[in-house]
């Protein structure tokens, strides 16, 4: 095994270890996203909408309390997957530092945390697309799956580059939950009756609701959109990669010392006992 896949794996393993010491976002996972889309399926009115679908360029009408559980899933996994993940980083940041300098490669850091995201938005993704299978059947299950899975990762990627920007761990949760907010409630058309403005295309997980929705009540398959929200989770993927090679970077320039010496230097770094000492 080289010494760059021994990096990543041993990397990988202590940051899928801090997602699991996370008893908060744990506690989230399991009993939150449950009780958000019962209450959201029970509790909200039936009462049909009309709305224009981009994704199926043409106005479709799907039940309100629907709407609102989709609505809820993306945003409750917006929340949960961006904090995990902002978090995890945020916490780790002096440590992955002293790796930097003492030799670990950087990008063995940068990529286990990415593959973290994909371990923890997986398991995550197929729960809460479990508990809507619970009270009605999409169309398109996968579809539906997948639209959650790019909403995860866009947030995810958000959490990570937002690790590497801010200092307080409190600006970082205040600002997925407030960005998140504005993101998700505006696409709702019971919310926002204008929710196909053109403007609302730039919010981040827009081709991912594009996608959950057409998967609810149509059998298309929405490349495009779904591709525009696979757009945003690399794009902000690239900002977090770029933002924490820069913040490293003066950490690890002319420091060339390797992260595990080699046996033979560890044999030279052993000092010989003194003459009084041996003849003891």
């Not at 041993?10 to 699991?20: G, I, M, N």
Request: charged share 15%.
């Amino acid at each position: 095994m080289s010494r760059v896949w021994l990096c990543f794996v041993t990397a990988v393993r202590f940051a899928v270890l801090a997602q699991l010491r996370n008893r908060l976002a744990l506690a989230l996972v399991v009993f939150f996203i449950p009780l958000w889309l019962s209450l959201a399926y029970t509790v909200s009115a039936k009462t049909a909408v009309p709305f224009f679908l981009r994704a199926a360029h043409r106005t479709i009408t799907v039940d309100g309390n629907i709407l609102i559980q989709l609505t809820g899933a993306l945003h409750s996994l917006a929340l949960i997957i961006g904090f995990m993940m902002f978090l995890a980083t945020s916490q780790s940041a002096e440590f992955d530092s002293r790796l930097v300098m003492a030799g670990y490669p950087r990008l063995c850091l940068v990529a286990a945390k990415y593959a973290t995201l994909l371990l923890t938005a997986a398991p995550v993704v197929l729960y809460a697309t479990f508990w809507v299978r619970v009270f009605w059947a999409p169309e398109r299950l996968e579809l539906l799956a997948a639209a959650l899975f790019v909403g995860g990762l866009i947030y995810g990627g958000a959490g990570i580059m937002l690790a590497a920007v801010l200092r307080s761990e409190l600006a970082g949760t205040l600002l997925v939950i407030m960005v998140s907010f504005l993101d998700v409630g505006l696409q709702n058309p019971i919310a926002n009756p204008a929710a196909d403005s053109p403007v609302i295309r730039l919010l981040p997980t827009y081709g991912a609701m594009q996608s959950a929705t057409s998967a609810a009540r149509l059998g298309t398959l929405p490349w495009t959109y779904l591709a525009l929200g696979l757009c945003w989770a690399l794009g902000m993927t690239a900002i977090g990669v770029t933002t924490f090679a820069l913040r490293n970077r003066h950490r690890s320039l002319g420091n060339s010392r390797p992260a595990i010496p080699s046996p033979r230097r560890r044999h030279d770094a052993i000092e010989p006992l003194p003459e009084t000492e041996r003849s003891r």
